[in-house]
């Protein structure tokens, strides 16, 4: 019935040719603030005209406004406005249709905001009003007071907080975090602090903004490349680990795309058709951000304001809105509409958990089938063009050692062929622009979208195609698109091969036959250890295939003797990230998965604090992944921590994207490193750091690397770490490290070689 009634309105009402009466009302209540805030100039202007009550009664109390359901007081600070809890009743007594009254405060005289919200609370639980309170909170600390313009803003807001939690009437209780340079390294703090405190946390972008008399200021609201990929990076996380409501999901993603691509706004907006702007002087608006005033309803008729300045709402509808990335929401398209209620039908009536794996089984199905289904083809254009090479994999999802893979096989390329062009197909361009920008041994001379590399193969556009490093496993269901780049390759006679890549995990499921056929199809073969060079064996019917070590861990030496020798300081580096079962444990069922998060959590807090109370050692949380996908290791730190950052001395964690000389130098300063994600190992290995590795891959690739290496001592399973076993094991990786290091010289030199001679071929 929810559902029948919630379609039957929405067709009555969407979309809307041309404005309908008001529904939403912005109401900002005055004109003067008392923070000096980066965003706006509003706290330099002088306190002019006000509406009095009674004028506030009048206004709302026109026929224009008989629909009016929300209204959002703000500011300036409405809080300094002595009648903010009469303005209520006021408009109670006004408008018939009211529902909804929002307020949004930055907290700064914590004792006047708290007694107002009690106030404004009572006012609304007596009328049946909901009471919306938005606090902004735009960094943790000392970062939202520097954006703020106001010492002490952050504790106030924290006193505001917890003591709305308590006041009855307090229908729903936001902090509101606007991003702008000051703050947009800061942004995953507030993300950490609203999950920790129970409030939800909502983010936009700061923009140039009519009413608040802020200019194109270039020095507050344009981001840099750096600060832009961190922001979409963000909006990325939030939306796969925090947002559960679809129309904000769907608000990030139009923003997302609108900040890479230049692409149109796609979400809805109130303000578009049913909204209006009334502001603290009785002047008439559409929206706050582009609109004109259209007139003073205390002298002329709202109606006639409205509807009489229609041309030029179609004008900023016309000019603005696809532009606009204010966080304005409203109505969906009918399409938007429609997957909301499927979205909603399946959180509401499905366990999310089952829901998502079935909808993942399903595209993975479809996927599979789709890419074997396809037809090998060759261009009628050919490009053919044997001074090119293309690279693939799973680039676009750049963790670390992605990125040292890509640097050491780019740098083998032009070594070997310094006149050709060097080509990178990747799953999300932005992430691949990102890793080409920072790390100038990953430049490449061209990165294409999946598509975009299937055509220059069919036209026989490359000498070679390689797969760089990274594993070929079957629970992704990419591997298809990888194993059709090949398949078709090697149909047009180009030289196929697989570089310095695993093989596994191997599950029996619709992607395994892709799995089997881009081994199959690949001319030269050099795997990262010895079990997947018999895996590859066996899939392509070779008599032989080689095996090295992971070629990031030759970058990472590189890099690392062409550094600076350091003395090893008194710090042990976590790199460690979520247990990721459903690739490793899907046997698992729910109950048990959770238990051994719970143990594994438990145990590395213990081993946390055995380091500092033993030997007063510096806590580093090393963050190799800080993307969205492959899950952002800083989520699990702020996990592991309790999400209170603020209150763990001794404990640091790097939020930023840095660069990977950064993480090099970092990793050989530390005496000794607690490693999960397999990579810290190859890192650990090539910068000599003694290290203990964790395995989560059920004796998978770090197992393989260790046996290879006869550095099993250093083992342990994730189901059998213990913060004992671990501590014995740090103190005795030093001594058990000197005595390979030959061993792991050679092994890295004769890689090298082979490497250079799989490239020859």
């Not at 004028?55 to 007081?73: A, C, D, M, R, W």
């Not at 002047?283 to 005033?293: H, K, P, Q, T, W």
């Not at 000794?672 to 891959?697: E, N």
Request: glycine share 6%.
């Amino acid at each position: 019935m929810d559902l029948f009634l919630a379609g039957k309105k929405f067709l009555q009402t969407s979309p809307f040719p041309d404005p309908v009466y008001p529904e939403v009302i912005q109401f900002p209540v005055n004109d003067i603030c008392n923070s000096k805030c980066q965003m706006c100039n509003i706290w330099k202007q002088k306190k002019e005209f006000e509406l009095s009550l009674d004028q506030i009664e009048e206004l709302y109390s026109q026929p224009l406004f008989k629909n009016v359901e929300t209204v959002g007081l703000n500011g300036g600070e409405p809080t300094l406005r002595k009648d903010l809890p009469q303005i209520v009743e006021r408009l109670k007594k006004s408008l018939p249709s009211l529902k909804n009254i929002s307020l949004i405060t930055n907290s700064i005289i914590h004792k006047r905001v708290i007694a107002y919200i009690e106030e404004m609370a009572k006012i609304c639980l007596d009328n049946g009003l909901h009471f919306d309170v938005m606090c902004s909170l735009d960094g943790v600390g000392d970062v939202h007071d520097r954006v703020r313009g106001r010492s002490g803003n952050f504790e106030s807001v924290e006193k505001v907080i917890d003591a709305a939690k308590k006041i009855k009437g307090v229908s729903s209780l936001r902090v509101g975090c606007t991003i702008i340079k000051e703050n947009v390294f800061d942004v995953e703090e507030v993300l950490f602090w609203a999950i920790k405190n129970k409030v939800y946390a909502r983010f936009r972008i700061g923009i140039p903004h009519q009413r608040l008399y802020k200019g194109n200021d270039a020095d507050v609201f344009g981001f840099n490349d750096e600060e832009r990929f961190h922001l979409i990076n963000f909006l990325e996380v939030i939306n796969k680990y925090y947002e559960k409501t679809y129309s904000r999901r769907l608000f990030y993603t139009s923003l997302k795309n609108q900040l890479l691509y230049n692409a149109p706004r796609n979400v809805g907006c109130s303000w578009k058709y049913r909204g209006a702007t009334v502001t603290s002087k009785g002047e008439l608006a559409y929206c706050a951000v582009e609109s004109d005033i259209l007139g003073n309803l205390l002298e002329q008729d709202g109606e006639e304001l409205y509807w009489g300045n229609a041309d030029h709402l179609k004008q900023i509808q016309k000019e603005k809105c696809a532009n606009c990335n204010h966080d304005y929401q409203g109505l969906l398209t009918k399409k938007q509409f429609v997957l909301n209620l499927v979205d909603g039908a399946m959180r509401r009536y499905a366990p999310v958990s089952k829901s998502i794996k079935y909808i993942k089984k399903f595209r993975n199905r479809n996927s599979a089938k789709r890419v074997a289904a396809k037809k090998i083809y060759t261009s009628a254009e050919n490009a053919e063009n044997l001074d090119q090479i293309l690279i693939c994999g799973w680039y676009g999802t750049e963790t670390l050692g992605d990125q040292a893979i890509l640097a050491q096989l780019v740098q083998n390329v032009r070594k070997l062929y310094p006149n050709h062009l060097i080509h990178l197909s990747s799953l999300d361009k932005t992430v691949s622009n990102y890793t080409d920008l920072k790390n100038e041994d990953c430049k490449v001379d061209e990165i294409l979208s999946l598509s975009e590399a299937e055509k220059r193969i069919a036209a026989k556009a490359y000498s070679h195609l390689i797969f760089g490093g990274g594993p070929i496993m079957s629970t992704v269901s990419k591997i298809n698109e990888m194993s059709y780049f090949f398949r078709l390759a090697k149909h047009n006679g180009t030289k196929t091969i697989i570089y310095g890549a695993g093989v596994g995990p191997v599950v029996e499921n619709d992607n395994l036959p892709n799995l089997i056929t881009l081994i199959e199809n690949s001319d030269h073969i050099v795997n990262r250890d010895a079990k997947s060079a018999g895996l590859s064996v066996r899939y392509a019917s070779m008599t032989e295939v080689e095996h090295a070590c992971d070629p990031a861990m030759i970058w990472f030496r590189d890099k690392y003797r062409s550094d600076l020798e350091k003395s090893r300081l008194n710090k042990v580096t976590f790199a460690l990230r979520e247990i990721p079962f459903s690739q490793y444990h899907s046997e698992k069922d729910e109950n048990l998965k959770v238990q051994i998060n719970k143990k594994f959590e438990h145990e590395v807090r213990d081993l946390i604090q055995k380091i500092k109370g033993e030997d007063g050692s510096e806590v580093e949380l090393f963050c190799m992944n800080k993307l969205a996908i492959g899950d952002d290791d800083r989520l699990f730190y702020a996990k592991l921590l309790n999400l209170d950052r603020q209150n763990n001395e001794g404990i640091n964690m790097d939020i930023r994207h840095g660069s990977v000389n950064e993480y090099i130098k970092h990793f050989y300063n530390s005496k000794v490193a607690v490693c999960m994600r397999y990579h810290s190992v190859c890192l650990a290995l090539a910068t000599k750091t003694p290290f203990i590795a964790i395995d989560y891959t059920n004796g998978g690739k770090t197992k393989n690397l260790l046996n290879d290496l006869g550095l099993m001592d250093l083992y342990i399973d994730v189901n059998e770490f213990t913060s004992k076993k671990a501590a014995k094991l740090m103190k005795d990786a030093p001594i058990i490290l000197e005595g390979k290091k030959e061993v792991i010289d050679s092994y890295l030199d004769s890689s090298e070689l082979k490497y250079e001679q799989l490239l020859r071929k």
